[in-house]
């Protein structure tokens, strides 16, 4: 069965299979103690840190092993904010930055400070120029993402960086997603990760605090790992980290340009395949293994279980939120379709046949979700044209509105209006979004008894 699903955890590396089981014979004591166990465990984390410092870009020191990567954010955004409290307590970051982040942005305005998100364009990049806009006299820290976990657009990090120098303000990278495809670029002050995103064991992230940051940890005082990460070090799973990451980069300007084919390969065929569908991010600017696209009239969550029975393992929006019916914030901020969206992320190994299968299996895969939905053909005939119409999709769920409103529109002539009653908040983003694909205009949202009118124009 095809696992597509890297992006939310990679397959076990071979290399970290191989040093976690031959540390757990040498690695088990406790690393601060003088005796032989003591220095021979302690010997083994600091040959991992130096590793995964080299892989990142610091010194040693400058880095330290926490027990996850949301752990790595989470004390990255407190540490800083606590160091650089007489700045102030503003806290600046992109509208898709990863939910460790925009959770941390929560309790920081529960508790009185500040948040501003940056918005991106239609493929999910930022303008370093509005992080600039953004950052006050009282911005503490600012973050970035190297590259979208969604869908997979690289951010200009090494720009904003040199926007957040200029200012004073330390810039907070989450490398999640692009450490194992190479070092992040610019003068970055802070960099977290997380080692089950490239082929590591899980329960190990990194966080690099650049010497000269203002820092202050938050909580207990812990004497391990220069006290930013308390608990006693999993030095197995530490040194597995440490390996894979070095493995997987050694592999990572190969394999870099065999899956970037392959995915080139989805993005080409998704469009001439899959009637109204849409490939979302950047082109051009994004991650070798990454593809997303979003299509018209499909239920996310019940495509993803049809390819599950197909017999691929994919994720439909993001993997933080899809268990929710929380549209993806992400897709949201991006302006593109919240509903029928699919991620595929082909981990190492993946073979052209994987994708030529997945490729064969899609097309009949969303023809049957659509129909079960009761979505238009392609090649619906119009009806006699219609000035103005009125849906009634109340208590109907997306897809079920922007379906009604494909089924009607050929209904209006052009210049006519649908007026679309709807309160599934997933109508707000993906009616204009349906309009952006569709080249109709989208005219305005009104306020109705329940919910909400979405008037949309017809142009073609």
Known sequence: MPYFDAASSAPLHPVARQALLASLDEGWADPARLYREGRRAGMLLDAARETAAEAVGCRPDELVFTSSGTRAVHSAIAGVLGGRRRVGRHLVASAVEHSSVLHSAEALEASGGTFTAVPVDRTGAVDPSAYGRALRADTALACLQSANHEVGTEQPVAETAEVCAAAGVPLLVDAAQSLGWGPVPGRWSLL???????????????????????????????????????????????????????????????????????????????????????????????????????????????????????GFSVSSGSSCTSSTLTPSHVLRAMGVLTEGNVRVSLPAGTTGADVDHFLEVLPAVVARVRDRLGAPSPAAPASAPRTALVV??????????????????????????????????????????????????YVREEPADRGAAYVVRRLV
């Open 192 to 310: 977290a990760a997380s080692a089950h995103k490239w082929g590591g064991p899980a329960g190990v992230g990194l966080l690099a605090v650049r010497k000269g940051v203002r820092f202050a940890p938050r909580g207990p005082a812990d004497e391990r790992e220069s006290g930013r990460a308390a608990g006693f070090e999993n030095i197995p799973a530490i040194v597995a980290a440490a390996a894979s990451l070095r493995a997987v980069r050694a592999e990572a300007a190969a394999e870099s340009v065999r899956l970037r084919a392959l995915v080139d390969r989805v993005r080409a065929a998704v469009g001439t395949l899959v009637p109204d569908a849409e490939v979302v991010g950047d082109p051009v600017r994004r991650l070798p293994h990454l593809v997303t696209f979003s299509c018209l009239y499909v239920d996310g969550e019940t495509l993803l279980h049809e390819l599950d029975r197909a």
């Open 392 to 441: 009634d999709a109340l208590g109907k769920r997306c897809p079920l509105p922007v379906i009604e409103l494909a089924k009607v529109i050929g209904e209006v002539p052009v210049g006519g209006t649908v007026t679309v009653l709807a309160d599934d908040e997933a109508a707000r983003l993906d009616i204009p979004a349906w309009c952006e694909m569709r080249a109709q205009e």
